[in-house]
């Protein structure tokens, strides 16, 4: 297995394989929007309007072609297609648990995927850095998604350009999503200028956003001052970690932030998924679904 992934992904792959089935059901009963507002169903066919049939179904420009009343027929579009948007730039390389962000999100995707392939829809995804690296359309089949799965295990790190395309990401997804999906953007979000893009893709697709935090994020250990490197400037700075106001300032504006971007998708109807690099992402990603299910 590639070191970007929990070492004990491994060891654990038939925890994972036990664990996707149960969040395939969870994921398609998940209470999403797609499935609670009549999105989930794709137009098929007219036919002449009925006594007792809804009116709001009445195709006003065949009627008014044919000089008699139809209606708009549709069929259950069942299948659950399920689209992931992994940021792979270098600030997600950071942790200080003994498991860096990038292996977290690489772990949550993997699982999300096993899970997706259970199901019957199609599969795509989006990595990136400072710029695109891959992209995959969607499409069906688990030939497709072990695809996809491969060359999460297979980042390369030696060769990745500073900065994170999200931006780009989101519109990415976006142009090549041509039916209504569950899209995951498993990120830290250390980028700005997203935001409108991810709230016009939740306009037309369920999101969920998948945000990366380490411990560190909010407390930093007190062992005196101490140099940091910023793994996208390679600048460094001394950090005074025992300082009281220091370590109330760094919580304060990390909660901030973190109290912005939850903000940000409650109101734009993002679902925030907050997954710690210290959490077992398994549990966190069970709760998660199981929480939707009772609440549909």
């Known amino acids: 297995m590639s070191e970007i992934f929990d070492k004990n992904l491994a060891g654990l792959s038939s925890r994972l394989k036990i664990a996707s089935i149960v969040l395939s059901e969870n994921m398609r009963s998940g209470n999403f929007r ?13 036919r002449e309007y009925l006594p007792g049939d809804n009116v709001r179904a009445i195709d006003w420009n065949v009627t008014a072609k044919m000089g008699r009343t139809f209606i708009k027929q549709y069929e259950e579009d069942r299948e659950l297609n399920v689209f992931f948007l992994v940021d792979c730039s270098l600030s997600m390389l950071s942790g200080s648990s003994g498991r860096s962000k990038i292996r977290t999100a690489c772990t949550a995707a993997a699982l999300l995927l096993l899970a997706s392939s259970n199901n019957s829809g199609a599969n795509g995804a989006v990595f990136f850095d400072g710029e695109i690296r891959l992209s995959f359309k969607p499409k069906g089949g688990r030939e497709n998604a072990m695809t ?3 060359k999460i295990d297979s980042i390369d790190f030696s060769s990745a350009e500073r900065g994170s395309a999200l931006p780009n990401a989101i519109k990415a997804a976006a142009a090549m999503l041509k039916k209504r999906s569950l899209v995951f953007v498993i990120s830290d979000f250390r980028v700005d200028g997203y935001r409108t893009d991810l709230a016009f893709l939740a306009q037309k697709h369920d999101v969920v956003a998948v ?7 909010f407390e930093l250990p007190r062992i005196g001052t101490l140099p940091f490197s910023d793994y996208e400037t390679k600048k460094t700075v001394l950090l005074p970690t025992n300082s009281s106001s220091f370590a109330r300032e760094w919580f304060d504006a990390n909660r901030r932030r973190m109290d912005s971007w939850n903000d940000f998708c409650l109101k734009h109807n993002v679902v925030p998924l907050p997954l710690r690099t210290d959490e077992d992402v398994v549990l966190v990603l069970t709760r998660f679904f199981s929480s939707r299910k009772r609440h549909s």
């Not at 945000?211 to 994020?217: A, E």
Request: glycine share 8%; no cysteine.
């Open 211 to 217: 945000r990366i935090n380490d411990p560190s994020d």
């Open 148 to 150: 996809i799965l491969s």
């Open 34 to 46: 797609s499935m609670t507002r009549g999105q989930g169903i794709e137009f098929s066919d007219v």
